[in-house]
């Protein structure tokens, strides 16, 4: 069983940055790939980004390609999503999630086994 919680979301305007992170329970946090999705209102859950055990591959969506950075301290069982250059179509709440321990998991909210309760951002205009 995993546990996460994430933290660092709140109120920022257009052009500005963000540091979400994502502080697992599991004392065996590197054996599990990391991903961030979003869900804005009314909408469905959609893929941000992930990144696999070790940490040396990391995958994004189209639409924050450039502009998130995903990373992981397995020292500190934490996973990170650095934000920059956020629009308001950015707005969502932020959940951290992993797939089954040792799978790499994939771009589909089915494929992840754990989530957090979620972090709202919210880029004002």
């Known amino acids: 069983q995993v546990q996460l919680v994430e933290s660092g979301g709140g109120l920022v305007q257009a052009g500005g940055s963000l540091r979400l992170s994502c502080a697992a329970s599991?004392?065996?946090?590197?054996?599990?790939?990391m991903g961030w999705f979003r869900q804005a209102p009314g909408k469905e859950r959609e893929f941000v980004a992930r990144i696999t055990l070790g940490g040396s591959t990391t995958y994004y969506a189209d639409s924050v390609k450039g502009r998130f950075t995903i990373s992981r301290d397995n020292a500190k069982n934490t996973v990170y999503l650095q934000m920059n250059s956020l629009k308001p179509e950015d707005t969502a709440v932020y959940y951290c999630a992993s797939p089954e321990i040792y799978f790499s998991g994939s771009d589909s909210p089915g494929s992840m086994k754990y989530w957090g309760q979620g972090t709202q951002v919210t880029v004002s205009s």
């Open positions: 599991a004392r065996t946090f590197g054996r599990y790939a």
